[in-house]
T-cell receptor, first 113, second 114 residues
Framework: DAKTTQPPSMDCAEGRAANLPCNHS???????VYWYRQIHSQGPQYIIH???NNETNEMASLIITEDRKSSTLILPHATLRDTAVYYC??????????????FGAGTILRVKS | DAGVIQSPRHEVTEMGQEVTLRCKPI?????LFWYRQTMMRGLELLIY????????DSGMPEDRFSAKMPNASFSTLKIQPSEPRDSAVYFC????????????FGPGTRLLVL
């Protein structure tokens, strides 16, 4: 699985967009980019994933560069409840072996009022 | 949907005792994962099952740890004997096998071994 690099921490003002970068320069053509987050004292929560096209759901948007070597998770209007550790993971999903996720250190996002 | 259910939520035990953690995956899911989280090592995958069969247990730290999945709706992670370094939060997650599966995590069991 490709290795990812994320900044250790970021701050964001409440109500502003939070843009969380992830570098995955060794990603292969069939690897997906997944984002999970972990709010304090809770289990990780799935946010979004994508292969090459930009994706959007009710929680966030995922922007993947054309060369797929990096991506950005965007929380359009961050709230205090978005304060969490955000994990960027790249993975080839396998019908046979399942989706084994390897979590790195992630980015601690602090949303401030 | 009740989500992934784990029990107990908190466990305090003494070194040398047997500890059993339990997990009920989301109904219909056929993959189940056990993770351990500590400050030092972060979130680590211990073992996972597909269709009740263990696929990869390379993350299980040593023979003191064992996991079973007797049926699609129940799994256990056992530590025998427990040691203080086993103190951690243990998460169970489940998913539906497929190309775009996502994992759903339980609330975790906080284990303290004295």
């Amino acid at each position: 699985d490709a290795k990812t690099t994320q900044p250790p921490s970021m701050d964001c003002a409440e109500g502003r967009a939070a843009n969380l970068p992830c570098n995955h320069s060794t990603i292969s053509g069939n690897e997906y980019v997944y984002w999970y987050r972990q709010i304090h004292s809770q289990g990780p929560q799935y946010i979004i994933h994508g292969l090459k096209n930009n994706e959007t759901n009710e929680m966030a948007s995922l922007i993947i560069t054309e060369d797929r070597k990096s991506s950005t998770l965007i929380l359009p209007h961050a709230t205090l409840r978005d304060t969490a550790v955000y994990y960027c993971i790249v993975r080839v999903p396998s019908m046979e072996y399942g989706n084994k996720l390897v979590f790195g250190a992630g980015t601690i996002l602090r949303v401030k009022s | 949907d009740a989500g992934v259910i784990q029990s107990p939520r908190h466990e305090v035990t003494e070194m040398g005792q047997e500890v059993t953690l339990r997990c009920k995956p989301i109904s219909g899911h056929n993959s189940l994962f056990w993770y351990r989280q500590t400050m030092m090592r972060g979130l680590e995958l211990l073992i996972y099952f597909n269709n009740n069969v263990p696929i990869d247990d390379s993350g299980m730290p040593e023979d003191r740890f064992s996991a079973k999945m007797p049926n699609a709706s129940f799994s256990t992670l056992k530590i025998q004997p427990s040691e203080p370094r086993d103190s951690a939060v243990y998460f169970c997650a489940s998913s539906l096998l497929g190309v775009q599966e996502t994992q759903y995590f339980g609330p975790g069991t906080r284990l303290l071994v004295l």
